[in-house]
Structures are given as C-alpha cells and as structure tokens.
C-alpha cells in the first residue's frame, strides 16, 4: 500500500534544502544585526530560527535513512553538511536512530534513540533515592530544558554508545565534531565570541527543546505500545506506539510533516514530502493510531510509569493512589 511513497524526488528535495537552509541563514544574519538594536529581538529571531534548524535536523534524519536523494553519495553529502548546522553527528546518530526503529517499543531495549521510562514494576522495586533521581528526570525542567542542554554538549561530543562494527562510525563521529568545532571557532573568531554566543546558542537551546518535545510526543503517549521483544510486532509498534501528531499547517511545515510517525516508523524509506500524500490517500492508516492535537499532547506531560497490567503509561499521581 506505501511501497510507491518512498520514491524519492530530487526537485522535492532540492526545493526543501533551499527553504530550509536560505531562511535559516538569513535569520542568523538578520539576528547579527539586530543586536545593534535589542537582545529581545534577537532573541525572538532565535525561535524562529531555531524551527528552521529543527526543519535542517529533518532533512539530516531523511539523509540517514536515505531517503531524501535517490543518491546514497547525495545524501551523506547533505546529511553530513545539516549536521553542521545540528552539530548532531550524521552517522553516529543516524546508526543509533536506526536501532531505534529496530527495536521501537520492546522492553527490553531502551533509551537508545527515545526518552528512557522505568515500568511500574521497575520503579517499586527501587530504592528511595533511586525512586527520588527517576521523578527528577522525568520532572519537565529536566525533560525539556535540561535534557536537551546535556544531550547537545555532552551525550552527542563522546560515542557513549558503543556497538560491534562501529569502529568507522566512531571515526567518522569525531570528523563531524572536529568539524563544528572548526567551522563555529571559525565564526566566533571572525564575529567575535560573544556575538557569536548570543546568537547561536539560544537557537540551539530551542531547537533542542522542540527537538526533546517531538520526541517525548511520539513515543510517550498514554495509549502506548510497549512488548517483549518475543511477542513484539513491527506493525503495532508503528501504528500504536507512535503518534499522530496533528499539528496547524505551519508547524507541520516547519517539522517536516514529522508529525506522521506513525508512517514514518511502517516506513522509514518514504521522504518526508511524501508523508503527508500517503496519510490522506490511504486512510485506513490514521484509523487505528494515537491522533493527538497540541492542546491534547500538553497532557503527556504527566504520564511517567509504563503498567504493564493496565497496558498504558501513568502518572505518579495515578501510581501511589494504586
């Protein structure tokens, strides 16, 4: 029913890396300027350069699953250049994302490629302070702010994952980050450290944040899917254990029709131009998936616990009252 979505088309490609990379460039220059007049528009340009770059990191996911070019040299040049921007590294981050959709929603495998959760079972077996760091880390402040922050200065600068057969892909991990650091150091000199700082980090805080949001979204949802991996299937982990995420028709745009995870994850090979033809001309597809609206994805801030016995998560409230 999808196979055919996951042609790729050059002319859709090419015009996306044009409106998504012009745009974003142009505001980082048009925030250069604007700290000769006030910091609060600068910073105000920073959130709307920080969805351009989310839309970049979009681009570089496709890249990685190699379905935005039809050329597997096209799309490492281009995954590798939005890496720059990211400065997420290409190929260790999309080997690790692919691991992700190998094992989405098996319990046995977690917190490669999504946010880490503990079972009710897990959490009641743990000790007082290992019960007290879980409610810190799943709190908001850390998911949302201090999270991303860790995760692009820390998590994403040393190959803490470590597989067989990934002697190149750690090789190529330091390039990429050899090459932000040359290519940022590059601009802090020209432009001067501390305009460079006030520029490009707020822009990176909010990509990171929006970034960490999508994720929580996609697979944290209440009426989740979560299996063994003996009795794990590859098509309800799609269909259920990610979401809809039924965004207005700018932010849609903006993140790369990567609200149709659901498809996404049947599918890795259909680009991301082509989500939103195969969600409409195949409705059978939406009928069965978790569809959420913002209003609606705000409530998944609470969920917490996956119960095993209720099949869906929970909240700590909802934990302790049981």
Known sequence: MIQRYQRSDTKKALFQVLNSFLPFLGLWVLMYFSLNWSYWLTFGLAIIAAWFLVRIFIIQHDCGHQSFFKSRKLNNAIGFISSLFSTIPYK?????????????????????????FLTTEEFRNRSRWGKL?????????????????????VSLRYPFVRL??????????????????????????????????????PILLFFGMIAFWFFYIQHQHE??????????????????????????????????????????????????YNLEACAKENPVLNKFVNVLTFRQSLKCINNKLWDEEKQRMVSFREYYRK
């Open 223 to 272: 009426e989740n899917y979560k299996k063994s991996k003996d009795t794990w299937d590859h098509l309800l982990a799609s269909m259920t254990g990610s979401t809809y995420y039924k965004l207005p028709r700018v932010f849609q745009w903006l993140s790369g029709n990567i609200g149709f995870h659901h498809i996404h994850h049947l599918n890795s090979k259909i680009p991301n």
């Open 133 to 153: 760091s879980y409610w810190i880390f799943r709190s908001p402040i850390v998911q949302f702010l201090i999270a991303p922050i860790v995760y692009l200065t």
């Open 92 to 116: 260790y981050w999309s080997r690790t994302h692919a691991a992700h959709h190998a094992h989405n929603g098996q319990l046995e495998y977690r917190g490669l490629g999504d946010i880490h």
């Open 164 to 201: 067989k057969g990934w002697k190149k892909i750690r090789w190529g991990y330091f390039i990429n980050n050899l090459m932000v650091v040359i290519l940022y150091g590059g601009l802090a000199i020209v432009l001067g450290w501390q305009k460079f700082l006030l520029i490009h980090i």
